[in-house]
């Protein structure tokens, strides 16, 4: 699971992610309320711990942001501010639960299980599979056997439209277009380097597709069971 932590003060903020990544948690965490908006809108979480005071956008911001993108991304709130009406500012403008400082570490790890065991935190129905993966098309999460790895939304993006035409042969034309669309500026070079990254994230993950090269033409998938 993919948590970003959003909250200003570095000594909290960091040593709350490593408390987490020793629960397994992957953690991301930035400091400035514009930074937490660049990074929502370019990767997927399954959970956000979003500061209400912060430098540049301040959470009930960020989160009404979030709620208007129809990103309907767990958010637990964490402030000082503690009074009924800021709890009810908070939760009205979409978060899923306010905790208040300071607070235990075991409190806020019994908050984030809780919010992840809702079923809009696990993979989706509608996840696509080929050979030994599985890419949650929402969260931009790609499952292994017992693996995963977050993706960019590019890459996701990417691995989705090679795994809906699976037998296929996509041309170079046919992926810039499909995943760029169709007025964007972008080299082929750019084609190159995300497959690229396609490549190194199954190796990571040890699968056994690989994203075959068709000199001349483009790019498909195979998988080979041995």
């Excluded at 992957?26 to 400035?32: A, E, I, L, N, R």
Aim: a negative charge; proline letters at 3%; one cysteine or more.
């Amino acid at each position: 699971m993919h948590l970003l932590i959003v909250e200003d003060d570095v000594e909290l903020c960091n040593a709350t992610k490593q408390s987490l990544e020793q629960e397994g948690y992957h953690v991301t965490v930035c400091y400035d309320g514009n930074d937490a908006l660049s990074y929502s809108s370019q990767y997927s979480y399954d959970l956000i711990i979003l500061d209400r005071l912060l430098p540049g956008k301040d959470g009930i911001s960020i989160l009404s942001h979030l709620r208007n993108e129809n990103n309907h991304i767990p958010v637990i709130m964490v402030t000082a501010l503690d009074s009924l009406n800021d709890r009810i500012d908070g939760l009205d403008s979409g978060a899923d639960d306010y905790l208040a400082k300071p607070f235990a570490i075991s409190e806020l790890k019994a908050r984030i299980r809780a919010l992840l065991r809702r079923p809009h935190s696990l993979k989706q129905k509608n996840a696509i599979s080929y050979g030994d993966i599985e890419l949650n098309p929402f969260s931009h999460i790609l499952y292994c056997n017992e693996k995963s790895i977050q993706l960019s939304k590019k890459e996701a993006y990417l691995l989705e439209y090679l795994m809906l035409n699976p037998t296929q042969t996509l041309t170079r034309e046919q992926i810039l277009l499909r995943v760029w669309g169709e007025e964007a500026q972008v080299d082929e070079g750019s084609l190159d380097t995300y497959i690229y990254f396609l490549r190194r994230h199954l190796k990571s993950l040890q699968s056994k597709v690989l994203v075959k090269t068709v000199h001349g033409l483009g790019y498909h998938l195979d998988f080979s069971k041995s």
